[in-house]
């Protein structure tokens, strides 16, 4: 059951207003998880979505069952729900798009589809949250990437590992200068922090990364990595799945 993940560019320093926005008292979820397409059939089911931010990155993670871009993009383009928080934020938008009309939201979704670089989602499992961490970038680095898509050779992805069996899902998304991992667990939030120290600091599974990164450098010290993985972890906004919000 795959991820897949749209960015915004947003004012920094403004969370409070969007997680007013899209709190459960102000945000309508979707009016059913089930996508059709033009001809009302159905295509797929959309299982659940997530939206954080830090400083001027918007960040939603739709959890889906494999059904095309496009048709998520139309499904979502006729929420009224959806339309409305469009509209709710748009006075904290560096970038203003046109989201009233249904072509134009789903004009702006696939301008903000971000590039899968990597993806474990080996079963089926519900998530109980997400965690998304930002990567800072060295200039020219997200360009570079693009160019590069296909990263399995640049070293070993980071996996879903039976050592760590509360681990869902993990993703790595870029859209120009953001690079963002992705990591849903249906255990603790604490889990994912001694998943991402065992996989990325012990095992290395990002040192890949290092030619990319704004520094480079990696923490030797277990204890640095993790200070390292706080100051990247995003502000959960919302985290909402077919079962209810969560």
Same mark, same amino acid.
């Given at each position: 059951?795959?991820?897949?993940?749209?960015?915004?560019?947003?004012?920094?320093?403004?969370?409070?207003?969007?997680?007013?926005?899209?709190?459960?008292?102000?945000?309508?979820?979707?009016?059913?998880?089930?996508?059709?397409?033009?001809?009302?059939?159905?295509?797929?089911?959309?299982?659940?979505?997530? %939206? @954080?931010?830090?400083?001027? +990155? *918007? /960040? =939603? #993670?739709?959890?889906? &069952? $494999?059904? !095309?871009?496009?048709?998520?993009?139309?499904?979502?383009?006729?929420?009224?729900?959806?339309?409305?928080?469009?509209?709710?934020?748009?006075?904290?938008?560096?970038?203003?798009?046109?989201?009233?009309?249904?072509?134009?939201?789903?004009?702006?979704?696939?301008?903000?589809?971000?590039?899968?670089?990597?993806?474990?989602?080996?079963?089926?499992?519900?998530?109980?949250?997400?965690?998304?961490?930002?990567?800072?970038?060295?200039?020219?680095?997200?360009?570079?990437?693009?160019?590069?898509?296909?990263?399995?050779?640049?070293?070993?992805?980071?996996?879903?590992?039976?050592?760590?069996?509360?681990?869902?899902?993990?993703? %790595? @998304?870029?859209?120009?200068? +953001? *690079? /963002? =991992? #992705?990591?849903?667990? &249906? $255990?603790? !939030?604490?889990?994912?922090?001694?998943?991402?120290?065992?996989?990325?600091?012990?095992?290395?599974?990002?040192?890949?990364?290092?030619?990319?990164?704004?520094?480079?450098?990696?923490?030797?010290?277990?204890?640095?990595?993790?200070?390292?993985?706080?100051?990247?972890?995003?502000?959960?906004?919302?985290?909402?799945?077919?079962?209810?919000?969560?």
């Amino acid at each position: 059951m795959p991820l897949d993940a749209i960015t915004y560019r947003v004012k920094a320093g403004h969370e409070d207003r969007l997680i007013e926005v899209f709190s459960p008292r102000n945000f309508t979820r979707v009016d059913s998880p089930v996508i059709r397409d033009a001809g009302g059939r159905t295509v797929g089911m959309l299982l659940g979505t997530g %939206l @954080f931010v830090q400083g001027e +990155t *918007l /960040v =939603r #993670v739709i959890h889906h &069952d $494999g059904v !095309p871009a496009a048709q998520i993009a139309r499904h979502m383009s006729v929420q009224e729900g959806v339309r409305a928080a469009e509209r709710a934020i748009q006075p904290w938008l560096t970038e203003p798009r046109d989201t009233e009309t249904e072509q134009g939201f789903r004009d702006h979704f696939h301008r903000s589809l971000m590039l899968v670089l990597e993806q474990d989602s080996p079963d089926e499992r519900p998530a109980a949250g997400t965690v998304a961490l930002r990567y800072p970038l060295r200039p020219g680095a997200g360009a570079e990437l693009a160019d590069a898509r296909d990263v399995r050779g640049r070293g070993t992805p980071l996996r879903v590992s039976p050592d760590h069996p509360t681990i869902v899902r993990t993703a %790595l @998304f870029l859209q120009q200068d +953001t *690079l /963002v =991992r #992705v990591v849903q667990y &249906d $255990g603790h !939030p604490y889990d994912v922090v001694g998943y991402l120290s065992d996989r990325c600091h012990g095992e290395k599974a990002e040192a890949w990364l290092a030619d990319y990164l704004l520094d480079p450098s990696r923490p030797v010290d277990p204890d640095a990595y993790l200070v390292r993985a706080h100051e990247q972890a995003m502000t959960s906004i919302a985290h909402m799945s077919v079962l209810g919000v969560e």
